[in-house]
């Protein structure tokens, strides 16, 4: 008779120093994105003036008009895009604090930030470093997760 312990999926883990590191990081890119998603979304007539300014550099010059026509969807849009990005900075915060719920969170919310601009948009929003990079956080935070768990219950299993 032998007894296999099986890991299961609990509601603590002790994040490692590399996991704290990248959610640091994605604390504070998703906090100027809220910011900037905010602000076009509250005060989109004058983000179309500021891209149409003079003061623009040069070099920006060709990315004008799609920077326009991106700022020209409904400021709803920019909205609920900043909403969805707070959960996913709560959600990092969650997962930063040690707990599990965390990544559930961050699931449903990185699913409805790609899945929304494509439902707006069309085709054009389809942003493969984006779903690449949120397939890589959700692989690595899962993997992360299960190694790392502080709870470990031991399940007796018969074998005959």
Do not use: W
Not at 72 to 84: G, K, L, N, Q, T
């Amino acid at each position: 008779m032998k007894i296999l312990k099986v890991k299961k999926f609990e509601k603590g883990y002790k994040p490692s120093l590399l996991t704290k590191i990248i959610l640091i990081i994605c604390i504070i890119t998703y906090t100027l994105l809220i910011s900037i998603n905010t602000f076009i979304g509250l005060f989109n007539t004058y983000a179309q003036d500021l891209i149409n300014s003079p003061n623009l550099p040069n070099y920006m010059y060709f990315y004008r008009l799609k920077i326009l026509e991106i700022i020209s969807y409904s400021p709803f849009y920019f909205i609920v895009i900043a909403i969805i990005q707070t959960f996913i900075l709560l959600s990092f915060v969650t997962l930063h604090r040690g707990f599990t719920t965390g990544y559930y969170s961050y699931l449903i919310a990185q699913t409805c930030a790609i899945i929304i601009p494509i439902l707006v948009m069309g085709k054009q929003a389809i942003a493969i470093g984006d779903i690449m990079i949120s397939i890589f956080l959700i692989v690595y935070l899962f993997i992360e997760l299960i190694r790392n768990q502080t709870k470990s219950e031991k399940i007796k299993v018969k074998i005959n």
